[in-house]
């Protein structure tokens, strides 16, 4: 089956960090970029950066430069997303989303910051 | 970065009618223009790619089409499952962007 899984929901305090899994199954792994996009309570959708899963090279938006890092594990064909210094406007479901046109999404990681 | 604006924000509709979202970029851009429904509690889903690519598995109701700065999505006949935010998305140029979303309201 083909599918993106995600780590379960997470709560932290201002200042932390936070790794949110993304596990690919049921397709080529080396084929297809993962994006990452988050989503804030009643609001749309912002995407964060991708990364190449075949080199690791990464792109990231600048409103999360030097605060975010994506990696990833072949040999699990995992993706993962870091995001540090959080502040409450980090409260957001996380998605990962496959390839040029988005076209196979996980079901979104929520993250709660929280003091 | 791209500017989309879509619109309307809002639409009430009754089944069967006709929808049409705009999808307008603040810049020209390629046909790498994607629209999606977003369900309440539910991720986002795929309905066309590259401007006017159908996907499989959804309905042909769904069309797209446009080029340049325009976009448009268009719902021939309106269904009650089709209640949703739709969004349309650009990843012709880096950063890539999404507009702001489109709630479609089902009287």
């Not at chain 2, 069967?16 to 851009?29: D, H």
């Not at chain 2, 309440?40 to 401007?51: A, D, E, G, R, V």
Request: glycine share 8%; hydrophobic share 30%.
């Amino acid at each position: 089956q083909v599918q993106l899984v995600q780590s379960g929901a997470e709560v932290k305090q201002p200042g932390a960090s936070v790794k949110v899994s993304c596990k690919a199954s049921g397709y080529t792994f080396s084929n297809y970029y993962i994006h990452w996009v988050r989503q804030a309570p009643g609001q749309g959708l912002t995407w964060m950066g991708t990364i190449n899963p075949i080199d690791g090279s990464t792109t990231y938006a600048q409103k999360f430069q030097g605060r975010v890092a994506m990696t990833r594990d072949t040999s699990s064909t995992t993706v993962y997303m870091e995001l540090s210094s959080l502040t409450f406007e980090d409260t957001a479901n996380y998605y990962c989303a496959r390839g040029g046109a988005f076209d196979l999404w996980g079901e979104g990681t929520m993250v709660t910051v929280s003091s | 970065e791209v500017v989309l604006t879509q619109s309307p924000d809002f639409q009430s509709v009754t089944p069967k009618e006709k929808v049409t979202i705009t999808c307008r970029a603040s810049q020209t851009i390629s046909s790498s223009v994607h629209w999606y429904q977003q369900r309440p509690y539910q991720s986002p889903k795929l309905l066309i790619k590259y401007t006017s690519q159908s996907i499989s598995g959804v309905p042909s109701r769904f069309s797209g089409g446009g080029s340049g700065t325009d976009f448009t999505l268009t719902i021939s006949s309106l269904e009650p499952e089709d209640a949703a935010t739709y969004y349309c998305h650009q990843s012709s140029i880096l950063p890539y962007t999404f507009g702001q979303g489109t709630k479609l309201e089902i009287k």
